[in-house]
Protein backbone atom coordinates (compact mmCIF):
# COMPACT_ATOMS: atom_id res chain seq x y z
CA UNK A 1 0.00 0.00 0.00
CA UNK A 2 1.05 3.54 -0.70
CA UNK A 3 1.92 5.46 2.56
CA UNK A 4 2.91 9.33 2.93
CA UNK A 5 5.11 10.27 5.89
CA UNK A 6 5.06 14.15 7.01
CA UNK A 7 7.80 13.91 9.60
CA UNK A 8 7.45 16.96 11.24
CA UNK A 9 3.84 17.57 13.39
CA UNK A 10 4.51 21.22 13.46
CA UNK A 11 6.68 24.05 12.46
CA UNK A 12 7.37 27.76 12.64
CA UNK A 13 8.94 29.80 10.88
CA UNK A 14 10.00 33.95 11.06
CA UNK A 15 7.90 35.90 8.83
CA UNK A 16 10.01 37.18 5.62
CA UNK A 17 11.99 34.02 5.88
CA UNK A 18 12.59 30.68 4.44
CA UNK A 19 10.82 27.14 5.36
CA UNK A 20 10.96 23.70 4.27
CA UNK A 21 8.48 20.86 4.85
CA UNK A 22 9.57 17.73 4.67
CA UNK A 23 7.55 14.47 3.10
CA UNK A 24 8.73 11.41 1.73
CA UNK A 25 6.56 8.43 0.28
CA UNK A 26 6.92 4.88 -0.59
CA UNK A 27 5.42 3.53 -3.79
CA UNK A 28 6.59 0.81 -6.24
CA UNK A 29 4.33 2.70 -9.01
CA UNK A 30 6.28 4.63 -11.52
CA UNK A 31 3.26 6.62 -12.48
CA UNK A 32 1.81 9.44 -10.25
CA UNK A 33 1.94 12.59 -9.24
CA UNK A 34 2.57 14.07 -5.99
CA UNK A 35 1.22 17.17 -4.23
CA UNK A 36 1.22 19.83 -1.46
CA UNK A 37 -2.42 21.13 -0.26
CA UNK A 38 -2.80 23.79 2.39
CA UNK A 39 -5.42 23.47 4.89
CA UNK A 40 -6.25 26.84 6.71
CA UNK A 41 -8.73 27.38 9.55
CA UNK A 42 -11.33 27.61 7.39
CA UNK A 43 -11.10 23.78 6.77
CA UNK A 44 -10.85 24.27 2.69
CA UNK A 45 -8.33 22.16 1.10
CA UNK A 46 -6.11 24.68 -1.16
CA UNK A 47 -3.72 23.08 -3.69
CA UNK A 48 -0.37 24.44 -3.49
CA UNK A 49 1.70 22.61 -5.52
CA UNK A 50 2.34 19.35 -7.78
CA UNK A 51 4.62 17.64 -9.16
CA UNK A 52 4.23 14.80 -11.91
CA UNK A 53 6.72 11.95 -11.36
CA UNK A 54 7.77 11.78 -14.75
CA UNK A 55 8.70 15.00 -14.65
CA UNK A 56 12.82 15.52 -13.56
CA UNK A 57 12.19 19.21 -13.21
CA UNK A 58 10.98 20.52 -9.90
CA UNK A 59 7.95 22.29 -9.43
CA UNK A 60 7.97 26.06 -9.14
CA UNK A 61 4.74 28.37 -7.84
CA UNK A 62 5.43 31.91 -7.15
CA UNK A 63 7.03 31.70 -3.40
CA UNK A 64 6.58 27.72 -3.46
CA UNK A 65 8.99 25.38 -4.69
CA UNK A 66 9.63 21.54 -4.03
CA UNK A 67 12.58 19.04 -4.06
CA UNK A 68 11.81 16.03 -5.75
CA UNK A 69 13.81 13.57 -5.35
CA UNK A 70 12.04 10.13 -6.79
CA UNK A 71 15.04 7.68 -6.15
CA UNK A 72 14.82 8.48 -2.83
CA UNK A 73 11.14 9.02 -2.52
CA UNK A 74 11.31 12.31 -0.89
CA UNK A 75 9.16 15.57 -1.70
CA UNK A 76 9.69 18.40 0.57
CA UNK A 77 8.00 21.93 0.14
CA UNK A 78 9.96 25.33 0.03
CA UNK A 79 8.10 28.23 0.88
CA UNK A 80 9.88 31.67 0.70
CA UNK A 81 9.41 34.87 2.04
CA UNK A 82 6.90 34.05 4.17
CA UNK A 83 3.75 35.36 5.09
CA UNK A 84 1.49 35.48 7.78
CA UNK A 85 -1.31 34.18 5.52
CA UNK A 86 1.04 30.96 4.98
CA UNK A 87 0.24 29.40 8.46
CA UNK A 88 -1.58 26.49 7.92
CA UNK A 89 -1.88 22.81 7.75
CA UNK A 90 0.10 22.02 5.06
CA UNK A 91 -0.54 17.75 3.88
CA UNK A 92 1.70 16.04 1.59
CA UNK A 93 -0.57 13.71 -1.29
CA UNK A 94 -0.32 11.40 -3.64
CA UNK A 95 -2.29 10.23 -6.83
CA UNK A 96 -1.81 7.06 -8.63
CA UNK A 97 -4.34 5.03 -10.90
CA UNK A 98 -5.77 3.01 -8.54
CA UNK A 99 -6.90 0.30 -11.32
CA UNK A 100 -9.88 0.82 -13.84
CA UNK A 101 -9.18 4.40 -13.90
CA UNK A 102 -9.74 4.94 -10.40
CA UNK A 103 -7.70 7.73 -8.65
CA UNK A 104 -7.13 8.49 -5.12
CA UNK A 105 -5.49 10.94 -2.39
CA UNK A 106 -3.34 9.59 0.22
CA UNK A 107 -2.16 12.11 2.50
CA UNK A 108 0.34 12.98 5.05
CA UNK A 109 -0.40 13.52 8.27
CA UNK A 110 0.02 17.13 8.06
CA UNK A 111 2.28 19.60 9.28
CA UNK A 112 1.41 22.64 10.88
CA UNK A 113 3.28 25.86 10.19
CA UNK A 114 3.19 29.16 11.91
CA UNK A 115 4.17 32.24 10.79
CA UNK A 116 6.08 34.28 13.18
CA UNK A 117 5.68 38.32 12.91
CA UNK B 1 -17.39 29.50 -11.53
CA UNK B 2 -19.14 27.99 -8.06
CA UNK B 3 -16.45 25.58 -6.21
CA UNK B 4 -17.86 22.57 -4.42
CA UNK B 5 -20.75 22.84 -2.03
CA UNK B 6 -21.13 20.85 0.41
CA UNK B 7 -24.06 20.65 3.21
CA UNK B 8 -24.75 21.02 5.62
CA UNK B 9 -21.28 22.35 7.55
CA UNK B 10 -22.39 21.12 10.83
CA UNK B 11 -24.14 18.25 12.51
CA UNK B 12 -24.82 16.81 15.41
CA UNK B 13 -26.10 13.17 15.39
CA UNK B 14 -27.03 10.54 18.21
CA UNK B 15 -25.31 7.22 18.26
CA UNK B 16 -27.41 4.52 16.44
CA UNK B 17 -28.92 7.34 14.06
CA UNK B 18 -27.85 7.92 10.43
CA UNK B 19 -26.85 10.81 8.74
CA UNK B 20 -26.79 12.07 4.95
CA UNK B 21 -24.28 14.03 3.73
CA UNK B 22 -24.37 16.14 -0.10
CA UNK B 23 -21.86 17.40 -2.12
CA UNK B 24 -22.27 19.22 -5.45
CA UNK B 25 -19.51 19.27 -7.81
CA UNK B 26 -18.16 22.50 -9.44
CA UNK B 27 -19.73 22.36 -12.72
CA UNK B 28 -18.56 19.62 -15.86
CA UNK B 29 -17.08 17.79 -13.09
CA UNK B 30 -17.99 14.17 -12.94
CA UNK B 31 -15.60 12.64 -10.28
CA UNK B 32 -16.50 13.00 -6.62
CA UNK B 33 -14.40 11.98 -4.03
CA UNK B 34 -15.05 11.83 -0.39
CA UNK B 35 -12.66 11.78 2.46
CA UNK B 36 -12.67 11.41 6.42
CA UNK B 37 -10.46 13.47 8.32
CA UNK B 38 -9.75 13.08 12.11
CA UNK B 39 -7.19 14.31 13.95
CA UNK B 40 -5.86 10.61 14.56
CA UNK B 41 -6.36 9.06 11.67
CA UNK B 42 -5.84 11.95 9.43
CA UNK B 43 -7.05 12.57 6.34
CA UNK B 44 -8.52 8.51 4.53
CA UNK B 45 -10.20 8.13 1.37
CA UNK B 46 -13.43 6.70 1.44
CA UNK B 47 -14.72 6.31 -2.06
CA UNK B 48 -14.76 8.20 -5.16
CA UNK B 49 -17.99 8.05 -8.19
CA UNK B 50 -17.91 8.73 -11.69
CA UNK B 51 -20.91 8.43 -13.85
CA UNK B 52 -22.78 7.21 -11.13
CA UNK B 53 -20.80 3.94 -10.51
CA UNK B 54 -18.43 3.59 -7.56
CA UNK B 55 -14.82 3.06 -9.08
CA UNK B 56 -13.16 2.61 -5.74
CA UNK B 57 -13.37 2.71 -1.84
CA UNK B 58 -11.64 3.09 0.77
CA UNK B 59 -11.18 0.80 3.97
CA UNK B 60 -14.53 1.89 5.74
CA UNK B 61 -17.11 -0.55 6.79
CA UNK B 62 -20.26 -1.57 4.87
CA UNK B 63 -22.22 1.45 7.49
CA UNK B 64 -20.78 4.42 4.74
CA UNK B 65 -22.22 4.19 1.52
CA UNK B 66 -22.85 6.60 -1.05
CA UNK B 67 -24.41 7.83 -4.41
CA UNK B 68 -23.89 9.73 -7.26
CA UNK B 69 -26.73 11.46 -9.33
CA UNK B 70 -26.79 12.18 -13.53
CA UNK B 71 -26.05 15.33 -12.57
CA UNK B 72 -22.90 14.25 -10.73
CA UNK B 73 -23.85 15.12 -7.52
CA UNK B 74 -23.51 13.10 -4.82
CA UNK B 75 -24.44 11.48 -1.19
CA UNK B 76 -22.68 9.88 1.67
CA UNK B 77 -24.59 8.30 4.04
CA UNK B 78 -23.92 6.86 7.22
CA UNK B 79 -25.74 4.13 9.16
CA UNK B 80 -25.74 3.32 12.86
CA UNK B 81 -23.53 6.14 13.83
CA UNK B 82 -20.60 5.75 16.57
CA UNK B 83 -19.02 7.98 18.59
CA UNK B 84 -15.30 7.38 16.41
CA UNK B 85 -17.69 8.54 13.19
CA UNK B 86 -17.10 11.71 14.50
CA UNK B 87 -14.96 13.17 11.96
CA UNK B 88 -14.59 15.93 8.85
CA UNK B 89 -16.14 14.85 5.58
CA UNK B 90 -14.48 16.35 3.03
CA UNK B 91 -15.77 15.92 -1.07
CA UNK B 92 -13.45 16.63 -4.09
CA UNK B 93 -14.41 17.03 -7.44
CA UNK B 94 -12.31 16.77 -10.25
CA UNK B 95 -12.62 16.10 -14.29
CA UNK B 96 -10.84 13.10 -13.50
CA UNK B 97 -7.93 11.71 -14.24
CA UNK B 98 -3.87 11.34 -13.24
CA UNK B 99 -2.88 14.81 -14.20
CA UNK B 100 -6.23 16.70 -12.97
CA UNK B 101 -6.62 18.63 -9.92
CA UNK B 102 -8.88 17.95 -7.22
CA UNK B 103 -11.12 20.71 -6.31
CA UNK B 104 -12.49 20.39 -2.20
CA UNK B 105 -15.30 21.53 -0.21
CA UNK B 106 -15.31 23.01 3.07
CA UNK B 107 -16.47 19.90 4.57
CA UNK B 108 -19.20 18.52 7.01
CA UNK B 109 -18.39 18.79 10.76
CA UNK B 110 -20.29 15.62 11.76
CA UNK B 111 -20.31 15.02 15.72
CA UNK B 112 -21.78 12.00 17.29
CA UNK B 113 -22.81 12.41 20.19
Known amino acids: AQTVTQSQPEMSVQEAETVTLSCTYD???????LFWYKQPPSRQMILVIR??????QNATENRFSVNFQKAAKSFSLKISDSQLGDAAMYFC??????????????FGKGTKLSVIP | KAGVTQTPRYLIKTRGQQVTLSCSPI?????VSWYQQTPGQGLQFLFE???????NKGNFPGRFSGRQFSNSRSEMNVSTLELGDSALYLC????????????FGQGTRLTVV
Open chain 2, 92 to 103: ASSARGLNTEAF
Open chain 1, 27 to 33: TSESDYY
Open chain 1, 51 to 56: QEAYKQ
Open chain 1, 93 to 106: AYMMDSGAGSYQLT
Open chain 2, 27 to 31: SGHRS
Open chain 2, 49 to 55: YFSETQR
